[in-house]
């Protein structure tokens, strides 16, 4: 009998067990699920709409103040305009092809194909990852983050050859440099399977994507368009300096959208990016000032400011990866090349960059990248490891400034003389003498 109650007791509980085993095997199933479930921390995703706001911010109204302000008074509606339009304009383009191009899912080291052509697959379920395994963003904020870096960076060109080159010519030529050198440049260098992401290049924020990449692009427009009417003789200096003096500061203000944001995370890594952008620029508009002052006597506001953005500007690729004491240092050398290039270089080559966006964007990206390989160095303040190679990684940043200057300046060149064949690049020089205000718009910026 005994031996009978043992056995069925032994049964019940064998019963038992395995009555219990897949409600068991489902919760260990959920569990691992919900370990392996992406997080998607509320936030990240705030700052990133945060920052997506600022950047459009550094161009509508930042760049388009500055710009303005340091035109003449007859030309000042015509750079809001199109600084306006053409960010308006690269907004549709983006979500139309220009976020497949970059970031489209393709294999290809050079663009990103077609696959998300209208957005076709996003919605507001899907994701897209972040610097730290497991953690995402909605797609949607992601594509609306990268647009604002795409709507600002052809905007940067127009400071070259302001005041001269007809509304359509702008658009015209805006449209296909930008689908052909600032999509494939961002997927080179930001996307998984791009080609310079591979090669182990460093560009946190942009130096390459953005600065060096408009800033050859305006260089090559000088020496297609010419110089204005009037140039060395007359009288070009800015209109209001109080008015690019307000888009400087907020062109500094949104930076930290564009820096910071570049994190894709509120974390650690966007303090990093964040110190730096305020210690690099401060340096620089220090510096730019002080040289001026050794050199003129003087230290203008307009120097300020220029010596402000050639610190952002150099700041953008390394923000992420260089400690605040290399920032300082950055700041102190990339004010005093650009000085350089915008009062000797300049002169010396005898070309109209009318608001040197050559000299402070294009030069001041190729120091920020080039410093990147070097102050990363965690012997020198930066975040990598002593098996990191200074030599090695300069020859990488190399690597992608020579890509980039020829990538670009072949299709601006290209797309500069295609839109002179269809409609012409520059107004006629009476129309010039008017100013573009009038001419193009049929409105003035001020009322006398």
């Known amino acids: 009998m005994d031996r009978m109650l043992k056995t069925t007791g032994l049964a019940a509980l064998m019963l038992a067990v395995a009555a219990a085993l897949p409600a068991f095997a489902q919760d260990a199933t959920t569990t691992a699920a919900a370990v392996a479930a992406p997080v998607m921390d509320k936030g990240d995703v705030s700052w990133m709409m945060t920052s997506s706001a600022l950047v459009l911010f550094m161009t509508i109204p930042g760049l388009a103040l500055f710009y303005g302000g340091l035109v003449r008074a007859k030309n000042m509606l015509s750079i809001l305009m199109q ?24 294999t290809s080291p050079y663009w990103g194909g077609l696959g998300k052509i209208f957005l076709k697959g996003v919605n507001a379920s ?26 600002i960076t052809p905007g940067l060109i127009i400071g070259a050859w ?14 296909i440099w930008t689908t052909f050198s600032y999509f494939p440049i961002a997927h080179m260098v930001w996307d998984a399977s791009g080609l310079l992401f591979k090669l182990g290049a460093i560009d946190f924020a942009g130096g390459t994507v953005v600065h060096i990449n408009a800033g050859i692009a305006a260089f090559v427009g000088c020496l297609v368009i010419g110089k204005r009417v009037g140039y060395g003789k007359e009288n070009m200096a800015p209109h209001s300096m109080v008015m690019a003096m307000i888009g400087a500061s907020m062109l500094w203000f949104g930076w930290f959208g564009f820096n910071v944001g570049s994190n894709l995370e509120a974390n650690g890594g966007a303090g990093l990016a964040m110190i730096n952008t305020f210690v690099a620029t401060a340096a620089a508009a ?12 003087k230290a203008s506001m307009l120097g300020a400011a220029s010596g402000m953005v050639a610190g952002l500007v150099a700041i953008t690729p390394a923000c992420g990866t260089i400690g605040p004491m290399g920032a300082i240092l950055l700041g102190f050398i990339v004010s005093v090349v650009c000085y350089f290039f915008v009062t000797v270089v300049k002169n010396a080559m005898k070309y109209d960059d009318s608001l040197d966006v050559f000299g402070v964007h294009c030069v001041g990206g190729i120091v920020g990248a080039m410093a990147t390989g070097v102050f990363s160095a965690g012997w020198l303040g930066g975040v990598k490891d002593d098996t990191y190679s200074i030599a090695a990684q300069s020859l990488i940043q190399f690597e992608a400034v020579a890509l980039t200057l020829v990538w670009s300046g072949v299709v601006a060149f290209v797309a500069y003389k295609i839109t002179d064949v269809v409609f012409g690049l520059r107004v006629e020089a009476d129309v010039e003498r008017e100013g573009l205000d009038q001419a193009s718009h049929g409105e003035t910026a001020y009322h006398m």
């Open 126 to 151: 899907s994701m897209s990852a972040t610097f730290s395994p497991g953690y995402v963003i909605p797609e949607y904020v992601f594509i609306c983050f990268q647009m604002t870096f795409a709507a």
């Open 286 to 297: 220090l510096t730019w000032s002080g040289v001026e002052a050794l050199q003129r006597g």
């Open 162 to 175: 302001a005041e001269r080159v007809k509304f359509k010519s702008v658009l015209l030529f805006m449209a």
């Open 83 to 106: 600084t306006t339009i053409i960010a308006c304009m690269v907004m549709v383009m983006w979500v139309a092809f220009g976020y497949s191009m970059s970031f489209g899912g393709g």
